[in-house]
């Protein structure tokens, strides 16, 4: 339903650009003026499903780093955060970031991975109780986009994690963290099962390996 409501909203939009108006919204949403793109007649073609899954920049570097866990420092504050990351105990398989994350000189998807890891461990007790939930679905959807084998349970598991994180997500915006979730990355997440199941799993797409 959102879907809808916001192709209707970007319809109009572009129609009042390409009539000489100039509203706020058009670049708001940061919207592009292109009225003929060179695929609309293109015969059997379906442009949108060639925006494939990709890991690294849609989930690991997209999703996580760039908004969860912006959305988390401004609740939590940087020193908090930090101080978190480098009282995490020790664990086989667990990375300890025992000088804290901005000593970190490079971020790849290795670094996203081992900080999911223990992310949801590190904001209990210093989020709401639905952040919290938040932060979860997202970690939930995360683990099951990266599994190389499919079933209809894991498709499941990965639909209800995006649910999940819709259900909860305007605590965000009562907490005043973020306005509004026009973010095409996380739009993207919604065609995740799709392209799943029309062209198999998601490290096929991933785009770390030619990196």
Not at 18 to 41: D, M, Q, S
Not at 111 to 121: A, C, L, N, P, R
Request: with cysteine.
């Amino acid at each position: 339903m959102a879907d809808a409501v916001y192709s209707v909203i970007t319809c109009v939009l572009t129609q009042k650009r390409k009539t000489g108006h100039h509203p706020a919204e058009f670049e708001e949403f940061r919207l592009c003026t292109v009225y003929a793109p060179f695929w609309a007649n293109l015969p059997h073609s379906n442009i949108f499903l060639a925006f494939t899954p990709d890991l690294l920049h849609q989930l690991h570097k997209g999703i996580f780093k760039d908004h969860l866990v912006k959305w988390c420092l401004d609740i939590v504050g940087e020193e908090e955060m930090d101080t978190r990351f480098k009282a995490m105990p020790d664990y086989p398989g667990l990375r300890h970031f025992k000088k804290g994350i901005p000593m970190v000189k490079q971020w790849t998807g290795t670094e996203h991975k081992e900080m999911q890891h223990v992310f949801v461990g590190l904001l209990a007790g210093t989020v709401p109780s639905q952040v919290l939930v938040v932060a979860r679905a997202i970690l939930d959807f995360s683990y099951y986009a990266q599994l190389r084998v499919h079933s209809t349970e894991s498709l499941n598991g990965l639909e209800s994690a995006l649910a999940i994180f819709h259900a909860n997500k305007d605590v965000l915006q009562q907490l005043d963290i973020h306005e509004h979730f026009n973010i095409p990355k996380l739009h993207q997440l919604s065609h995740y099962v799709q392209s799943i199941l029309l062209f198999g799993t998601t490290d096929g797409f991933n785009s770390k390996l030619p990196e």
